[in-house]
């Protein structure tokens, strides 16, 4: 049997407006429902182009989602992950590769969103071959998709789906990539925070201020040295007992607790949730004492929509700095790669954050709503300014 790929059509061209002369609204934005919020999970018809691939010589059975493509190519990682039924990986693909579009146009990346699952258990099913199977799924789009690492793919992984791709991105730097992204992730989480404290507090400074951290792997723990620096007390707690053991060998003045329940409990002026998803829930912002949350975690707000965890932190005056915005600076490493890694470049980048963060939280204020809403409001009107067509190669 040979390799084959389907693709399911979502749109083959974005339609124009229905109401000349309002801007272009791609397929993506039809609903207005935000990043995360579909009615039906598997329905299809709000992105570009999703292929289902599948090379019975390797095993491998994956799928890569196209959501839009009105700022340019697609860009997003490969989670690899044994989903438990077809409809699960179509699901979550769908969902994720409409996250990338959100975060890559808040961000000012310019890239649409896009994302792949490869179905299956990386400790068991994964394999050179069919990493390099995968490759020439990716190849096969002539680079309106761009991969990168996820959960279950990592830097190592990159490097030989690299070897039948030209669009993979996260790779080594000896094989012309940048390697570990958490240095800019933590970075731009540091100026996230650094806009939350200039819109709140009037100075672009955590001076003064004491930050917990939840979570002190690597990103958690380089975010703790730029706060030492800039003049903040910080205090951590992680479930980990070695990487807070690591984290006190490099900065021994860290407070410690002892464990997340008792640091959203505590004196603390920023609460930056650096571990697991669904850091935000109801029972956690009820009895938050923080004024700003801040952290690089993905997907902290347990309730998505109107009425949800982003809703309930704004009635209670609690700051939030939508994740997928702050922690962008591995996505914004990743994307440099394309032009020839340049960390100083892509640290600039990064450094933007800084600026998206005070026009999300500024436009939040003037529309009276949360910056998840003003996010995803901002995200919704830079894909709509893009392109009427869908992006493909240049010749």
Not at 137 to 160: H, I
Request: proline share 5%; charged share 20%.
């Amino acid at each position: 049997m040979t390799a084959s790929s389907v693709t399911v059509p979502g749109t083959a061209e974005a339609p124009e407006a229905a109401e000349a002369p309002a801007p272009h609204r791609s397929p993506a934005l039809q609903d207005q429902q935000g990043p995360h919020v579909r009615h039906n999970p598997t329905d299809t018809s709000g992105h570009e182009q999703v292929v289902l691939c599948s090379d019975p010589a390797t095993g491998l059975r994956a799928i890569i989602s196209i959501h839009d493509t009105s700022l340019g190519p697609a860009l997003g990682g490969t989670r690899f992950y044994p989903y438990a039924t077809h409809d699960d990986a179509l699901a979550d693909v769908l969902r994720l590769s409409r996250g990338m579009s959100y975060k890559n146009a808040v961000a000012g990346i310019p890239h649409g969103g896009g994302k792949a699952v490869i179905i299956g258990d990386p400790t068991t099913d994964k394999t050179p071959e069919l990493l390099r199977a995968f490759g020439r799924f990716v190849e096969s789009l002539g680079g309106r998709y761009v991969t990168a690492c996820d959960v279950g793919t990592y830097v190592q992984d990159m490097d030989v789906v690299a070897e039948t791709t030209r669009f993979a991105t996260g790779r080594s730097p000896e094989n012309g990539g940048a390697g570990d992204s958490s240095v800019l992730t933590a970075f731009g989480v540091f100026q996230g925070m650094r806009a939350a404290a200039q819109h709140l507090w009037g100075e672009a400074t955590l001076e003064g201020r004491r930050v917990g951290i939840a979570g002190v792997g690597k990103v958690g723990r380089i975010l703790a040295g730029h706060l030492l620096e800039d003049g903040a007390d910080v205090v951590v707690t992680d479930v980990n007992s070695s990487a807070v053991d690591a984290l006190l060998v490099a900065h021994p003045g860290v407070e410690v607790v002892g464990d997340v329940a008792a640091l959203v409990r505590s004196d603390i002026d920023v609460y930056a949730p650096c571990a697991l998803g669904g850091a935000l829930d109801d029972d956690t912002v009820d009895v938050l004492r923080a004024s700003i949350v801040c952290g690089g975690a993905n997907n902290q707000l347990v309730t998505e929509g109107d009425g949800g965890t982003a809703d309930r932190l704004v009635a209670r005056g609690i700051t939030y700095c939508p994740d997928f915005l702050v922690n962008a600076g591995g996505v914004i490493q990743v994307s440099d790669e394309l032009r020839g890694f340049d960390f100083e470049r892509a640290k600039r980048g990064a450094t933007e954050i800084f600026e998206h963060t005070l026009e999300v939280l500024r436009t939040a204020d003037e529309r009276g709503e949360s910056p998840a809403a003003a996010a995803d409001h901002i995200a919704e009107k830079r894909m709509a300014a893009g392109s009427s067509t869908i992006w493909l190669p240049q010749d």
